[in-house]
């Protein structure tokens, strides 16, 4: 039978034995954790990795992007703005180009294939139909009552005023949504629709003795202009014997050679200090007088010729010879 010392030595024993299988236990059991751990974290680290090149290559990209985009796109302002929205969506690797792509453009693009005489003619049209015509008269009441009905500058204020900034407003909105003038700049339609306030306006406030000036002036250049067109009909109709007797070398058949010096300005007073024109006119007009008279009627009153000043043999003070044209002195 063991005696106490022994058993006390068996249990001491087999204590430590436990202790030790313990110990290796909770070591294996420690590495293996710690290998997952390690596993783990080399998986994240790699994901990171991964995740830093992704990053880069999308920096990379949009760099390179952005290079091109800026020769197209202006890149400052609002313009600046949509691109950076662009470029999130484009990192984001979300698709959408269809609905930012009208905000990268510029915010207006002309398409209208007109010119500007004819914009001009159709907006002027449009006042007509919708400004009120202060000058207007008849004796249709229902005329009468439509012109009342239209809008209305307040020409005793300035354009600013909210009376006129509302009719702005209101043509601005009608004449844009024209379908004819789709494309019109809104400048260019602002613009004319100042310019007939300003018109309008200064009209409104003539005085009598500016609307006679004017008037006079209308029908001056009225005449003038009509002259002019005459004379040219004329020159067309007949440039082959005017031309033959001016006395031009003909070069080409088909040569007008004098067609160039009819100008508007030159037709003021029927006369030219360029003594080749005056003789020009002096034969245009002969002709056209002579046509008229082949084909007036009974009681029509005949045009005159028209001469060249008749040479008066005096002496002419230095005064008015500084006034008068190079050809209406004869220096002999």
């Not at 596993?39 to 830093?52: A, H, M, T």
């Not at 005793?156 to 019109?184: C, M, W």
């Not at 080409?252 to 003594?275: H, T």
């Not at 020009?280 to 009974?298: F, P, S």
Request: aromatic share 6%; glycine share 4%; hydrophobic share 35%.
């Amino acid at each position: 039978m063991p005696s106490n010392s022994s058993r006390k030595t068996d249990r001491k024993g087999k204590g430590k034995a436990s202790a030790s299988i313990s110990t290796s236990a909770n070591r294996v059991l420690a590495g293996r954790r710690y290998a997952e751990i390690v596993e783990i974290f080399n998986k994240v680290n790699n994901n990171i990795n991964g995740v830093k090149d992704d990053i880069a290559a999308v920096n990379s990209n949009m760099a390179a992007f952005k290079n091109r985009m800026g020769v197209v796109v202006d890149t400052s302002g609002k313009a600046h703005t949509a691109f950076a929205d662009f470029a999130t969506a484009y990192a984001n690797n979300q698709t959408r180009m269809a609905s930012l792509g009208p905000s990268l453009m510029p915010s207006y693009v002309p398409q209208t294939s007109l010119s500007d005489a004819e914009v001009s003619v159709i907006i002027s049209e449009i006042f007509a139909e919708k400004l009120w015509d202060w000058k207007f008269e008849s004796d249709d009441p229902a005329l009468v009552a439509e012109n009342e009905s239209k809008k209305k500058w307040n020409l005793n204020e300035k354009i600013n005023h909210r009376n006129n900034i509302a009719v702005i407003n209101y043509l601005k909105s009608y004449i844009s949504a024209q379908t004819r003038l789709a494309g019109t700049h809104p400048r260019v339609i602002s613009d004319k629709i100042k310019n007939r306030y300003k018109h309008s306006h200064r009209t409104f406030h003539e005085s009598p003795e500016q609307k006679a000036k004017k008037n006079s002036k209308g029908r001056a250049n009225s005449r003038t202009l009509q002259m002019s067109i005459q004379r040219k009909s004329t020159y067309m109709d007949n440039w082959v014997a005017i031309d033959a007797a001016m006395g031009h070398k003909t070069g080409n058949s088909v040569e007008k050679a004098y067609l160039k010096l009819f100008q508007k300005d030159a037709m003021s007073d029927g006369e030219s200090d360029i003594e080749i024109f005056n003789r020009l006119l002096t034969m245009v007009d002969d002709i056209d007088h002579t046509h008229h008279v082949l084909n007036a009627g009974v009681g029509t009153k005949p045009r005159m010729n028209r001469y060249p000043a008749t040479l008066l043999p005096c002496s002419v003070p230095a005064t008015l010879s500084q006034s008068l044209p190079r050809w209406a002195i004869n220096d002999e």
